[in-house]
């Protein structure tokens, strides 16, 4: 009887402290905030001191953005890289809640969603970019930005990560 006891406390207890995990681990994970993405976001982006960072626009509807992420943030990962991976959601805004809950999202060091005309803010980013997602942008620390519509080239990626 006390055996049977103890093993019911105890399972009580672990799925209380399953429910407390669950529920603070998320807010840890996620980003702290998401930033509105505005005419001038870009260029602070480029001008910004946390240079090197690849940067990725993604909407939520697009099929290959979360694993163009996964793979970004696991290729910077293994190769031990201080290059911060930025996130933006073209379609995101109104929809903060449901970004912050998203697996994808969370590996992300900033996170944005356009916030004015979309074609207009591309036109800031690129000129030549005619909206297709997951757009990757590899930003040097010193030097222009270099784009890629769709997976960026697993050797432009080795190349930009190489310290």
């Known amino acids: 009887m006390f055996c049977q ?10 799925v209380l402290l399953g429910g407390v995990l669950a529920a603070v681990v998320p807010a840890f994970a996620a980003p ?6 505005i005419a001038d976001t870009w260029n602070e982006l480029a001008r910004s001191p946390s240079r090197p ?14 694993k163009v992420i996964d ?10 890289s201080s290059t911060r991976l930025v996130v933006v959601v073209m379609d995101g805004a109104g929809q903060e809640d449901a970004l912050r809950k998203d697996r994808h999202y969370r590996k992300a060091n900033a ?32 030097g222009a930005a270099r ?15 190489r310290p």
């Open 32 to 37: 702290r905030a998401i930033l509105p993405f």
């Open 111 to 142: 996170l944005y969603v356009f916030d004015g005309d979309a074609m207009a803010l591309r036109f800031k980013v690129n000129p030549d970019w005619r909206g297709l997602t997951p757009y990757v942008a590899f930003v040097p620390a010193a």
């Open 53 to 66: 960072m690849v940067v990725v626009f993604s909407t939520t509807d697009c099929a290959h953005c979360p």
């Open 147 to 161: 784009f890629h519509a769709g997976p960026p080239p697993s050797d432009a990626l080795r190349t930009f990560l």
């Open 5 to 14: 006891f103890s093993l019911e406390r105890r399972a009580r207890l672990m």
């Open 71 to 80: 793979d970004l943030a696991e290729a910077m990962r293994k190769a031990r």
